[in-house]
């Protein structure tokens, strides 16, 4: 049989124009007997890691990397990268193409190509012309001996006609002539996917693609001996010949730190030996305790082993950078909490905390690279990303990427629409996927939707969809993992615009950079962070301490006691509902057991049955017993249960004896098994292994299900550790410092579970005072003011008040007398305030010290002239209406509209004789009603959270005036109610109470919509999916 | 020169409401004033009183229009009406039954949709609302002489003088109501002595009659700011001042108000409290175009008939032309005395307003009617106008050869001759389909462009066309002129297909595997075929069933 090499295929990251994973390409090829396969997307290599990886692992023999190019002007050609100078080459012209253009789109004129890209290979793909302009000619002298022209042949009838003219073009120009597929897809059954994207790449439905269409599925990976009849045999011969010449795999990639962060003279692993002593006598400066050098010494000699430096170099300098300009930042990740990092300063938990072995984290046999995330302040991360890009400039540094891959949602949405379903009809269907529904989409929702699933449109509209998901459909950039390298990074990956301007991200994402075993580090925002600091700086202009992270009293039991109590609201991680009612149950007291708090309560310990174990075996109902001694030392500090990514791998090595290598792509398995499927190769090996090693099969079975629950969610001990010391800090700062910590927290909104009106309500229920909104008090931002007998009152920022930009607040607080303004109008010439500004002041009763009651001010505002460069001053004699005060409940309705809460009453106080006539009680009498006991209760819905792993329950959380009611209710209920569980503000429910270790649910029985009580209050739920 | 800080009271007397405040001496300040009548008097007594003459006014305001006017027009019951404000499709009204069901004006789309799967929306249709509105006005103008249309949704009926003909305010208001019901159409109806007045009365949905104009203040008072459809921030603003009702509105200082509310809207009040007359403007029906000419005697010379209809067309050319309007159609009816009437339709290709053009139609027509008896009236209506589209002329550059009838008269003329439905043009389409590669064009498409065209995207502009053809090569492919119908199926001898002797397959195969979309996906490989008596023919191989011969065209 011929052999054949395909030199010209697209995979599906030319986005909707290639119709199949680059993988399929790869192993189709494979199976088909090719010597080799070229994957030339067009000005793009976003999918050749993952056709090299499956290259790897198959049984392809050769895989080439290439692009294809439509320059303007000038002709089509595939690049081929001969040797590595050729991918270098490559890449930049990828780049230089890319970064002409805006997102998603590049430009490449001949003039680009001036250099004659040498060791590349190109093929000239004719159009259908099928003759070379005259314009063209210079082809052929810039690329001489390394240009073929490809023949590509379709069944299309003009086959004999493309051949005869291109034979005789060939010898005219002196161009040998190859056989070159145009490969769209790996089998022919791709045909109408293929026809499907082409029609949503030109917006259009496939009735009206018309030649935008190919005619027929032609362009698919054909088996060798059709080819043979296709093409003349001298054209495939040359195919192979070309394949030959060409010698560059991607594992010849070589990744190099930066090298600047070492001085002159010193090498890296004794400048990073000397940062870490540094670091040390400032950790401890009364003396350095033996246990830490010894562990510092054994790390570094790590560190060392695997040629690690730069990289841990890499990141203290962007801490320091951080550190430097006050911008508080955490590290995470699998090597930032390693004694060294606690002494650069990376992390700051304290290894003797922990007593954490950092090989747990850095394995000498897995060749992993070191991972380390740091988090820093949300609002200042875009200063820490700048200071990357002026260190090592654009040449050096970029964003990964991140692939935005078609959902069922989506997929549904655009397959519709080229299909000619009106947009109603599709988005009926899309809405009918409601998030619960995970990746398939279900007959069942069609028929819901009101359209018959086996119909022959839906039948191709579902065969279609299913085809679609998972399909790559654009680049985008990942949240924060920047790539930095020392040569230019445009030479190991093309670089391309992302959306913001003044981004750039690679073509790779994550994955891709771990296959290739590039480094990157994540610069990521946190929240927290920005909050946590403006509590200390809060603190500090108080007149307290000068708080850090590091120096916040540590193991403070009356901390404990308030989370044992699950009085959590705001902290970081443990405030969700879920953390809230396991923390009575939990009951952590110590630092450690808050890592396992925040990484046991999370979708995939739940999903594996893991949390009921521990708690019974926690307090003690449960007999802890360990199969054998290697896997007491893996799971005894979490009492046998696996809860950590870690102890997973761990154990598939010490129990079912996987080399650390095997263990590590079990872990990265296990993050995409959910998507790509195929733990089943593990399965076996794992279960034998146990098996072999003298476990139970029950016992082996058991891992097995707890590590496909773990999923996408595993979590590992790094991060927890990382996390839990800002559980802890902010746990404290809302245990001794509460003003302080919601004060930071509202004027770093929007963040965390909770509004600002649940937390300042929390907040005076802990006895602190809450102070309104006002002209002559606020600034923009919420401070502190000192109540009379010394403590610390929260006074609301001028940033609370809806319709108020910041600009007018920072002008008005800077134009302010000290005394005070004495009137509207002077406050309005001062500030410079337009109207509608001040009546947004007006409508949050700022303005209450100058003029009243709400009404008066707003009609005040309304007759306030705007001054004009001539007339700067009106002090208008003006008759003053009567006009009535506002209710209680007008105020509290205006309250909440201008200021998303109230400092008065809450709502439910004027409407609890209403319902208590109802027959509804408060929250304060649930504590009293024995569980199983019915009720009807009432109340603000203030969130609705369906997670993906509660099948099918939706948690409602109800607001009083006492407190929360949290709701349970089982998807029959949902379902018979759910126009009022999507609709009501004010839910009253009939339901069970549930008493469990100290935390109280209600189980909903039925749900009423009582929100016309409320008149036109508007309270928003938060909605988390 | 003015220097404002000092000079409070010259500001005031340049402000806008001058005219207003000049009159009156300052006012105490905690004084309640000027709107009420009794306060009133400055401003009051300086206006014309409420109309000499009494009116009356009934006003029909239609809330639930929007969707009336879908469900008169709908073949499907429409549940719900929505309508897009910036790119949020919200619902604006549903039917009770949907209503029942949780979908709720200001509900959007999607969470309508999650909440009745099968609901039927439909988009909100301005221009039929306005169109239903019209014909209801011409339906009211049975009642009253004077009809004002208040869009979008208010007719406004003047019905002073019909009161006793119809029996008086509840009969009418009463037969109106019902008329209107078995329309289709609910509305809430009231009345009052100004126009304004019954608007923000029936916007209210109150049922009051209010026929004396002393009555009006008093009861005006109660109705709620949100009637008098203020803009939203209007209302928002009174709102946040605690005004709730015009009486509220009324007790505020009348300089004060205008400064924050516009002057226009005092005077609205004054309009609708008829301290300021409110004149209107009658609703008059649409012109269209329709002329008589009534013989002296039964005339049967056609000549005679021609000219007489060169004198109607030369009238309707004179009123297209003071409108700006040409025509596509027209209707030419000739009465007999004792015959039924002969109608004589023409139509044009393009919308027409020259005579000449139209008179060379008629003559074509008129040869191959045979009149059944002689004339004794003619009618001219002439179609819809439309606007006129002019067109540029040519400059006669030598060698450019005669300009020639243009090709949409010589379509005309054939069409009068043969008839409309016998005239046909030919387009291409870009399919790769054979079957589907190209259609008949109607010549003379005369209504007006339809939205749901069945293949409007196949109206391919035919440069873009050509270029679509040049780049996907199929300008180089053969294709027979003559193709059938259906492809025929072929006989086989030794596995090779026969038509009149065995085939000899010359070029191909040409692979067409296209159309899955839709339920007339083929699979074929084309190839083109010699026969032994020399014929070429364009035969496929089915690729789907049993890998059957066609025959599918000749080349001659």
Sequence with gaps: MVAYAELHALSNFTFLKGASHPEELVETAAGLGYEALAVTDECSVSGIVRAHSAAKHGRLGKLIVGAEFQLQNGPKLVVLAQNHRGYARLCRLITSGRRAAGKGSYRLVPDDLADGLPDCLLLWVPDNRLTLDTNDYWIREAFATRLWIAVELHADGLEKLRLERLAVLGRQLGLPLVAAGDVHMHVRARRALQDTLTAIREGLTLERAGFALYPNGERYLRPRTQLARVYPRALLDESVCIAAAIDFSLDEIRYEYPRELVPHGATPAGYLRSLA???????????????????????????????????????????????????????????????????????????????????????????????????????????????????????RAALAATVICYRPRSALRDVGKVLGLSGLQVERLARSMQWWDGQQVDDSRVREAGLDPDSPVMQRLLWLTRQLIGFPRHLSQHVGGFVISNGPLAELVPVE????????????????????????????????????????????????????????????????DMICRGDTMGVFQIESRAQMAMLPRLRPRCYYDLVIEVAIIRPGPIQGDMVHPYLRRR???????????????????????????????????????????EADRLRRAMAAWKRRGGLGPFEDKLIAGMRARGYEESFARQIFQQILGFGEYGFPESHSASFALLVYVSCWLKCHEPAAFVCALLNSQPMGFYSASQLTQDLRRHGVEVRPVDVNRSAWDASLERTANGSAALRLGLRQVK??????????????????????????????????????????????????????????????????????????????????????????????????????????????????????????????????????????????????????????????????????????????????LLNARLMGVDGEVQTEGGVIHVIARRLRDHSTLLGELQVRSRDFH | MVTPAKTPASLRDAGPTSAVTRRRKPPPAQQSLALTPAAGTAPAAGLPRAAATRQLWLCLYLPGLPLAALQCAAAEPVDAVFDE???????????????????????????????????????????????????????????????????????????????????????????????????????????????????????????????????????????????????????????????????????????????????????????????????????????????????????????????????????????????????????????????????????????????????????????????????????????????????????????????????????????????????????????????????????????????????????????????????????????????LDAPAPLACRDGRPCYEGALELRSGPERIETGWWDEAGIARDYYVALNPAGVHLWVFRDRTGDGGWYLHGIFG
């Design chain 1, 277 to 395: 002593e540094e670091g040390m006598r400032r950790r401890w400066p009364a003396g350095v305790p033996r246990k830490v050098t010894d562990l510092v010494e054994h790390e570094l000699e790590l560190i060392a082993d695997l040629g690690y430096e730069s990289y841990f170099l890499t990141v203290h300098d962007i801490v320091s950078y951080a550190r430097s300009q006050g911008i508080l930042c955490q590290g995470r990740g699998s090597a930032a909490n390693s004694a060294v990092c606690f002494c650069l300063g990376i992390t700051e938990v304290d290894p003797e905390r922990m007593a954490m072995l950092v090989e747990r984290f850095i394995s000498r046999e897995r060749n992993e690279p070191p991972d380390i995330d740091v988090d820093f302040e949300h609002e200042r991360r875009e200063e820490v990303i700048q200071y990357i890009y002026r260190k090592y400039g654009r040449e």
């Design chain 1, 803 to 980: 319709g108020l930009s910041a600009d007018g607040a920072r002008r008005l607080a800077v134009q302010r007398p000290a005394a005070g303004f004495r009137s509207v109008q002077q406050l309005a010439e001062r500030s410079g305030l337009h109207r509608g500004e001040l009546g947004a002041l007006a409508a949050a009763g700022a303005l209450a010290s100058l003029d009243g009651h709400r009404h008066r001010a707003r009609w005040t505002v309304a007759g306030i002239e705007t001054p004009t460069p001539l007339i700067t001053s009106f002090d208008r004699f003006e008759a003053s209406p009567m006009l009535r005060r506002p209710s209680e409940g007008q105020d509290i309705v205006a309250d909440y509209r201008s200021t998303g809460l109230s400092l008065g009453r809450h709502p439910l106080a004027l409407l609890r004789e209403q319902l208590l006539r109802r027959g509804y009680r408060s929250s304060q009498d649930l504590p009293r009603l024995a569980s199983g006991r019915h009720l009807r209760v009432a109340g603000l819905v203030i969130t609705r959270q369906r997670p993906g792993t509660a099948s099918g329950v939706t948690f409602v959380t109800l607001e009083d005036e006492f407190g929360h009611v949290n709701l349970v209710v089982w998807k029959r209920i949902a379902e018979r109610d759910r126009q009022v």
């Design chain 1, 619 to 661: 307090n003690g109902e449960e007999k802890v017993e360990y199969p054998s001694d290697e896997v007491r030392e893996v799971l005894s500090r979490t009492l046998g249960v696996p809860i950590f990514q870690e102890q997973v791998m761990q154990l598939a090595v010490v129990a079912a004896g996987f080399t650390p290598g």
């Design chain 2, 85 to 483: 404000q910036q790119g949020l499709r919200r619902i604006l009204l549903a039917t009770p039954a949907a209503a029942a069901a949780g979908v709720h004006p200001g509900l959007s789309v999607n969470a309508a949709l999650a909440l009745v799967p099968g609901l039927q929306l439909a988009a909100r249709c301005p221009a039929r609302e306005q169109r239903s509105l019209q014909r209801l006005a011409g339906w009211a103008e049975r009642y009253t002489s004077f009809v004002v249309v208040e869009p979008p949704a208010t007719l406004l009926l003047e019905i002073a003088a019909s009161l006793r003909l119809f029996g008086g305010l509840q009969a009418l208001r009463r037969q109106l109501l019902r008329e209107l019901d078995s329309q289709g159409f609910a509305a809430q109806a009231a009345i009052a002595p100004t126009p304004l007045a019954a608007t923000w009365l029936a916007r209210a949905g109150q049922r009051r009659c209010i026929v004396r104009p002393d009555r009006l203040s008093g009861t005006l008072s109660t109705l709620p700011v949100a009637c008098l459809d203020w803009p939203a921030a209007v209302t928002d603003a009174l709102y946040g001042m605690g005004i709730r009702c015009i009486g509220d509105c009324l007790r505020l200082p009348r300089a004060g108000f205008a400064r924050r509310f516009g002057a226009a809207r005092l005077l609205q009040l004054d309009r609708a409290l008829g301290r300021l007359p409110d004149p209107r403007d009658k609703y008059s029906l649409a012109e269209r175009f329709c002329a008589d000419r009534d013989l002296d005697e039964e005339q049967a010379d056609s000549e005679l008939l021609l000219r007489l209809c060169e004198q109607l067309l030369l009238q309707l050319e004179r009123f297209l032309l003071a409108r700006q309007l040409a025509v596509q159609r027209l209707q030419f009816v000739f009465y007999h005395l004792q015959e039924p009437a002969t109608s004589l339709a023409l139509g044009s290709a393009r919308a027409e307003r020259s005579m000449a053009q139209w008179l060379e139609l008629l003559k074509i027509r008129f040869e191959r009617v045979a009149l059944p008896a002689p004339v004794i009236s003619i009618r001219l209506r002439a179609g819809r106008g439309q606007p006129l589209t002019a067109t540029s002329g040519r400059l006669g550059f030598a060698g450019e050869g005669r300009p020639g009838v243009p090709i949409a008269h010589l379509v005309e003329r054939l069409a009068a001759r043969v008839g409309e439905r016998a005239v046909h043009g030919v387009a291409t389409v870009a399919e790769h389909r054979p079957d589907y590669a190209w259609r008949l064009r109607r010549a003379c498409d005369d209504t007006p462009r339809c939205r749901t065209e069945p293949h409007p995207g196949h109206a391919h502009r035919a440069p873009q066309l050509l270029a679509d053809m040049r780049r996907t090569g199929s300008l180089l492919l053969q294709r027979p002129l003559w193709m």
């Design chain 1, 497 to 560: 615009n992302a959306a913001m301007a003044e981004r750039t991200v690679i073509q790779w994402e994550k994955d891709d950079l771990e296959e290739l075993g590039l480094l990157k580090v994540d610069v990521l925002g946190l929240g927290m962070l920005t909050a946590i600091r403006r509590s200390f700086d809060l603190i500090r202009a108080f007149g307290g301490r000068d708080y850090t992270l590091a120096n916040v009293p540590a193991e403070d039991p009356v901390v404990y």
